[in-house]
């Protein structure tokens, strides 16, 4: 699209707000627009989202988090202008120029997000049955993995050749066992703790939490974008994407990742509840699984090479993942010591 043509088409939605524009950059779903009253940033997206999120946004805002990059309303109070099928909102350009360096900016964002979850942190009555109802659902999910799980080295055992995918996983079924049996006995652990409590706690959540979506001004304050996806939720939502694709790499033991969780945990600390649900879930092997799934149900001629590829990052990503909850499991006990230790001091 030319110069001229995408100042056309973005006017009609501008006149809004009157603001005039000289120039526009596209960004993909953002465009930056250089106008008579400044540099603008102008997001499209689909209205199936809808405006829930600036809700949301503007309730963040009332309880003192600024740390959201603000939504501009139109002259006549709308946070967004509905043009030829698409919704388009307002917010001023980030630079995002402040150098950094990258762990010092991932310890911001945990610190902003804990904040938020501070913020809007509020008790929920939790019914019985809604909370008996989520326990059995993921613990059928959790026995029928294990049951695939079982079912299909039987199958591999029982070659007299296996293919390379196969002798992989036949390595691999132990550690992959061990990481569904753990979570599934953390995620035991969080609903005999619960199971009586008629309370939970809930906060806004980003909903899409990367670190492109924290952008800094030109003073080194960083600063939330992209809250469509926010709602009520668990604060383990939010921390779980993060940490699952920081750790989706080769083998490595990951100390950064357990900080970033300490940072965060400074300002927001989970409940022992909270925990325990983190760690079922981190443990949770599903990705390693969902590929031996997607291999056994797969017709042949099967790409091996790209199937062995697969299962081995996953093997990894799980290892990776043990570690983190290893380690935090390790430390939470040494904690627990030193105060059990302390009191009989006191006592």
């Given at each position: 699209m030319s110069e001229m043509?995408?100042?056309e088409a973005i006017h009609p939605i501008l006149k809004d707000y009157l603001v005039e524009p000289y120039f526009v950059e596209d960004y993909g779903g953002v465009q930056k627009i250089y106008s008579n009253k400044g540099t603008f940033a102008l997001k499209k997206i689909a209205p199936t989202i809808g405006t829930d999120f600036i809700r949301h946004v503007h309730l963040l805002y009332q309880k003192g988090f600024n740390r959201i990059v603000p939504?501009?309303?139109t002259m006549d109070g709308r946070y967004a202008v509905l043009h030829e099928n698409n919704l388009y909102y307002l917010m001023p350009w980030m630079s995002n120029d402040y150098k950094?360096?990258?762990e010092h900016k991932n310890q911001q964002l945990f610190r902003?997000?804990?904040r938020l979850h501070t913020l809007s942190a509020k008790e929920i009555t939790v019914s019985n049955e809604e909370r008996t109802?989520?326990?059995e659902k993921t613990i059928e999910q959790m026995d029928k993995h294990q049951e695939f799980l079982d079912g299909f080295i039987d199958e591999c055992e029982k070659k007299t050749y296996m293919s390379p995918f196969e002798l992989l996983y036949c390595m691999y079924y132990t550690?992959?066992?061990?990481?569904?049996r753990y979570s599934k006995a953390k995620f035991e652990d969080w609903y005999e703790k619960?199971?009586?409590l008629e309370k939970a706690r809930m906060v806004i959540t980003h909903g899409k939490l990367s670190s492109e979506h924290f952008l800094f001004d030109d003073r080194g304050y960083?600063?939330?974008i992209n809250f469509e996806n926010a709602r009520y939720g668990s604060p383990i939502h939010d921390l779980l994407p993060y940490l699952s694709r920081a750790l989706n790499t080769s083998l490595k033991r990951s100390d950064t990742a357990l900080d970033w969780v300490y940072h965060y945990y400074k300002y927001f600390p989970f409940k022992e509840d909270e925990k325990l649900l983190f760690y079922s879930y981190l443990a949770y092997p599903i990705p390693v699984i969902q590929v031996a799934e997607s291999y056994f149900r797969k017709q042949r001629p099967r790409n091996e090479l790209k199937f062995v590829r697969k299962l081995q990052q996953h093997y990894w990503h799980l290892k990776n993942s043990e570690y983190v909850v290893m380690r935090m499991t390790e430390i939470e006990a040494q904690q627990q010591y030193a105060k059990e230790g302390a009191q009989q001091q006191s006592d």
């Open positions: 043509n995408r100042l939504i501009y309303p950094e360096d990258r902003e997000l804990a109802e989520h326990y550690e992959i066992s061990q990481a569904l619960t199971k009586e960083g600063f939330f």
